[in-house]
């Protein structure tokens, strides 16, 4: 916790010390922030150039990139092909990270709580409106699961990690997948409190008794919350950490002809964790110069910030991927 606190703190200390037109700016997905902060720092430590970025939500950092208001943007949701080559764009992965389901539960301790994928998505649906109900209880028969009402955290705003999030549910259900699909922003059913962030949701949690939500795991450690053990695709239910989130980034298949455009939620295999996601780093093609400041930045950090990585419960990417990434930089002019 004291690492995820120093690293952010740091990162945007770092930040605001510094002068405007100095710096390459991004903004975007919380997901990714306290990696972004952490590496940004011990880059400028390093090499003494200076990269800034915000947390905004992946919405505000795609409109923020395409609109060229910003040198670059993170996001959870990955630009397809098409959307890459309407508005000008660079894509590609920056690390791979967890969204995990926390719980505030009087009584019941981290990683005591079993979910599946089924129980998951009737709870977002608000179907299921009381924790002692009988598809919970089934679950967790070890558990006196109280008569209280279920209060899901969710984002407020634009968010990537809402799209992971809603792959998934509608990875597990169809009718999911045909009410509400996959999206930003969704107009939920249940019984529901907002946040902006995962900051904002970490903190709902943590303040609101018989509440659940779902957060970046970095944000779960830093916050203390309880996390959940959820059914994977295979059937095994599995713990939110590092073997279990690597097992699951395993197969992901990153094509630069595709902008590395690819979705990694709930993946196969008895290890995978089935909550990953891959945020993703934009970049307008024109801006020649602010592309070669930030794609040194994130070459950087795949040469010499995998344990920084690491220390915050990211996966680093593969080396067999970042050369693929330094390819793809070479072939448009921007490495």
Known sequence: MKKFTAAILGGALCAASLMAGDMVKGDGSSFVLPINQAWAKAYFKATGKKVQYNGGG?????????SRLVDFGGTDAPLTPKAQAKDKMLQFPAVVGATVMAYNLPGVK???LKLSGKAIVAIAEGKVKYWDNPMLSALNPMIKLPHKEIIFARRSDASGTTWNFTYFLASVSTDWRKNF???KTINWQCKNIGGKGNPGVSSIIKQTPYSIGYIEYAY??????????VENRDGYFVKPEMKTFQAAAAGADFDPKKGFYTVIGYPRGKDSYPLVACPFIIMPKEKTNANKEITAF???AYDHGAKIAKDLYYVPLPKSVTDKIKGYWKDNGVY
């Not at 779960?220 to 053990?229: C, D, G, L, R, W």
């Open 181 to 183: 699909g996959v999206k």
């Open 110 to 112: 981290s990683e005591a």
């Open 298 to 300: 994130y070459a950087w």
């Open 220 to 229: 779960a450690i830093e916050s203390n919350a309880k996390v959940a053990v």
């Open 58 to 66: 992946s919405g505000k950092g795609i409109k923020d990139a395409t």
